[in-house]
């Protein structure tokens, strides 16, 4: 989710299929001319393999399963995007390549929302003509129901709660299952003054309301197809495809919906016939599959292996993307474990890092990312090449005189002692955490590391109360935005008012006044660009109290297969391709 650029003109459809047939007998063996449609970084530079011909099955691969169909239960980024296959929301995310996808267009809706009383309320008009896969049409009742059922946090667990902060702060509502009223729609926030009209009430006014409806989490659910719990098996489709079968940890396969209007839906193409998803645990056995040509596309587009990108690149270089995600990759600092309460040892930290040995580890410029100055990526408005560090001056190596000087600052001349924990399901994360012990010991801080279990973090880094009784003073980490704003990316990061004792993102506990008020301020404003100024403040506020210590923009490299039509690189979906506008040739 950097700053790709917009689509370019691509050759005609028939051209591009013959070209794509003259290579789909293998895996790989795509030109490296821009114009193709195909070759390395099409999918960036613009749309690669423009095409508008349907058929064929296109054919996901992954290690990880879903966290879950169920829209209002998906937190993994990779299942929102899939998601669009079968679940529409009022409004969601333009299908243009790059920054221009985080532009928000109507869905369900005939508009984006019609905005009065200073900001709280939201009215949306649906469409005519959309429809359930019963061929029942999709009412204002269905987005309410849908969206309540987030409330239900014993039955509907996992997904984010943006809505329920935004529409009922005080936690009054207990949710569908446990609603007295007759229809079941007792939200306060929400009203349906008819079958076609939604209006949102809030609380306070949030510039960024239309972003948490594009989540999956707005989506409609028809309350007569509600199977609680057990909705993850089989979703009820309001989009161009619906659930054939699902075994899970094995394989998912979507078939078309045939009550769904094309004239009901801006957004989706639905091009191929069939959507299929396979589930394979070995990572490097999927990079081969995919070489091979057996599948289109790794689902959760967290880049190949160091093996299967060196055999990607060296013989088939036009099936890659380079592609910028969202994600920062960063330490998080404990600024309530010593002696990180002490800014100037933080300064030593930063100081005394070796950014660009940590950048190798990660798989180098192209394969890692380019190396962080601050914490907002490119794609989030109010971002900018702060670097008050002098990071890229330095080429990203350590400056020990700046380190040691800090050291001075902070009584401790001689260094200190510190732990840093790293996921180790996450092999990068230890390799990095490892390359930062080497550069940090130069200057005199000792560095342990301690690997733990990616599922233990929110017990262990998540929990301000361990992290001090462990005396743990550094957390190897990423982060994406959960939508494209410094709201989405930033505020469960660094808004003291955001602290929890258990599942905590805030890991530094930075609790500082004039940042809690930048999100404020911008929360009110309508203009993304002048929310997106506050937001650059903000950030900069940040990164002078060097509570975190940002080292790359991630990067990775990502498969294409030769089959592959209509695939760009997407900012409002982590860098990862558009999957509702994917096409195959037969």
């Known amino acids: 989710m950097k700053q790709l650029s917009r689509s370019r003109r691509i050759a005609g459809a028939a051209a591009v299929v013959g070209a794509l047939l003259a290579t789909a007998g293998c895996g790989g063996g795509g030109t490296d001319d821009e114009g193709s449609g195909a070759g390395f970084n099409a999918a960036v530079k613009g749309v690669a393999a423009k095409s508008v011909k349907k058929g064929g099955t296109l054919k996901f691969i992954n290690k990880q399963e879903f966290d879950s169909l169920d829209p209002q239960r998906q937190y993994y980024g990779f299942a929102w995007d899939f998601s669009r296959f079968y679940a529409r929301q009022l409004i969601s995310y333009a299908p243009k390549p790059g920054n221009a996808a985080n532009e928000l267009v109507p869905d369900l809706a005939t508009s984006t929302a019609k905005i009065t009383n ?41 997904g984010p709660g943006y809505l329920r902060q935004a529409l009922d702060p005080k936690g009054q509502y207990k949710g569908p299952y446990k609603d007295k009223s007759k229809d079941k729609l007792g939200l306060k926030g929400i009203q349906t003054p008819d079958a076609k009209t939604v209006v949102f009430n809030l609380a306070k006014p949030n510039g960024d309301f239309e972003q948490m409806l594009a989540m ?81 596309v790794f689902l959760s587009a967290t ?97 020990p005189a700046k380190a040691k000087d800090e050291l001075k600052q902070c009584g401790k001349p001689n260094g200190f002692s510190t732990t840093i924990v790293a996921r180790n399901d ?13 550069s940090l010991k130069k200057v005199g801080i000792s560095l342990n590391v301690e690997p733990i279990q990616g599922q233990s973090s929110p017990s262990i880094t998540g929990s301000p109360s361990v992290m001090k009784k462990r005396g743990y003073g550094l957390a190897m980490t990423g982060w994406g935005p959960d939508f494209p704003t410094g709201q989405g990316f930033s505020q469960p990061l660094i808004d003291g008012r955001f602290i929890e004792q258990t599942g905590n993102y805030n890991v530094s506990e930075t609790n500082d006044p004039a940042i809690n008020k930048y999100f404020d301020d911008a929360l009110k404003e309508t203009d993304p660009n002048k929310a997106g100024g506050i937001y650059q403040k903000m950030n900069h506020k940040v990164s002078d109290l060097a509570v975190q210590m940002p080292f790359i923009y991630e990067k990775n490299i990502t498969w294409r297969s030769s089959r592959l039509t209509n695939a760009f690189s997407s900012a409002a979906y982590n860098g990862r391709y558009d999957y509702s506008q994917l096409g195959v040739v037969k």
């Open 118 to 158: 200073g900001g709280k309320t939201y009215t949306y008009t649906l469409r005519d003509g959309v429809t359930w896969e019963d061929g029942s049409p999709i009412t204002s009742q269905d987005v309410k129901y849908g969206i309540e059922r987030i409330w239900a946090k014993d039955v509907v667990s996992g």
């Open 216 to 296: 999956p989490t707005g989506s409609p659910v028809k309350a007569s197809k509600d199977t609680g719990a057990k909705y993850t098996n089989h979703p009820f489709s309001s989009g161009p495809y619906k659930v054939q079968s699902y075994s899970q940890g094995k394989s998912l396969s979507l078939v078309r919906n045939s009550n769904w209007k094309k004239a009901s839906d801006p957004i989706r193409p639905a091009l191929p016939d069939k959507i299929a998803v396979t589930f394979n645990s070995n990572l490097e056995a999927i990079d081969r599959l995919l070489i091979k040509g057996d599948y289109d």
């Open 303 to 399: 880049g190949m292996t160091p093996s299967g990108r060196n055999d990607a690149l060296k013989q088939h270089k036009g099936n890659v993307d380079n592609i910028t995600t969202s994600f920062v990759r960063y330490v998080d600092v404990a600024t309530k474990v010593a002696p990180f309460n002490n800014i100037h040892c933080r300064k030593a930290l930063i100081y005394g890092a070796d950014y660009k040995s940590i950048q190798t580890t990660r798989g180098g410029p192209q394969a890692g990312g380019d190396l962080a100055t601050n914490m907002l990526p490119k794609s989030v408005k109010g971002a900018d090449d702060y670097d008050p560090y002098g990071i890229l001056k330095r080429g990203g190596k350590a400056d």
């Open 426 to 438: 996450q092999p990068a994360e230890v390799d990095a955490a490892e390359a930062l012990q080497a």
